[in-house]
């Protein structure tokens, strides 16, 4: 007797899920290599935003592309309690890049972004910035579903 086929939506869900995985990571990888190259830079990007004390700067110029890498890495482990852990880490830290960006649009500040150091073009922060980031949350959202169990 024949198993009845799979829908492809059922079939579709596991793909959607770890393209998210890897995509996430990937903006993130993308993000912190950079930042980890010249932190005095990140530091300087950091304060532009007027929100930290000068005493911080340094500390969260140093922890939060580390914290990026590791998040990213627990993403695309592919054990449960990593990937959950990872999406959840990932995801406070994008809430609070998103809250930032709204505090530099609200404040009318004109700055470049820093999101993903001096290699690429940089970009000033404002609305772009801040759906950019909404869609990261979503895409985090996604890549934090569980994957549907193997069929036999």
Same mark, same amino acid.
């Given at each position: 007797?024949? =198993?009845?086929?799979?829908? +492809? ?8 899920? #770890? ?10 990888? !993308? ?5 980890? &190259? ?17 005493? +911080? ?10 914290? =990026? ?12 309690? #990593?990937?959950?852990? &990872? /999406?959840?880490? $990932?995801?406070?830290? /994008?809430? @609070?890049?998103?809250? $930032? ?9 004109? $700055? =470049?972004?820093?999101? !993903?150091?001096? %290699? @690429? %073009?940089? =970009?000033?922060?404002? #609305?772009? /910035?801040?759906?950019?980031?909404? &869609? ?7 890549? @934090?579903?569980? $994957? *549907?169990? *193997?069929?036999?």
């Amino acid at each position: 007797m024949a =198993e009845p086929a799979v829908p +492809w939506r059922a079939r579709l869900l596991p793909v959607a899920i #770890w393209a998210a995985r890897v995509g996430v990571a990937a903006v993130f990888v !993308f993000a912190a290599v950079p930042k980890l &190259g010249d932190i005095m830079t990140f530091a300087a990007d950091i304060r532009n935003y007027r929100v930290f004390p000068e005493p +911080w700067l340094h500390l969260l110029a140093a922890v939060v592309p580390m914290v =990026e890498l590791v998040g990213a890495a627990a993403v695309v482990s592919g054990r449960a309690r #990593w990937v959950r852990a &990872g /999406t959840l880490l $990932l995801g406070l830290l /994008t809430v @609070a890049f998103i809250a $930032l960006i709204a505090s530099v649009i609200a404040r009318d500040i004109d $700055l =470049e972004c820093g999101c !993903f150091g001096k %290699q @690429a %073009q940089a =970009e000033l922060v404002g #609305w772009p /910035t801040l759906w950019r980031d909404v &869609g990261l949350l979503l895409a985090i959202g996604l890549a @934090a579903v569980p $994957l *549907p169990p *193997p069929r036999r």
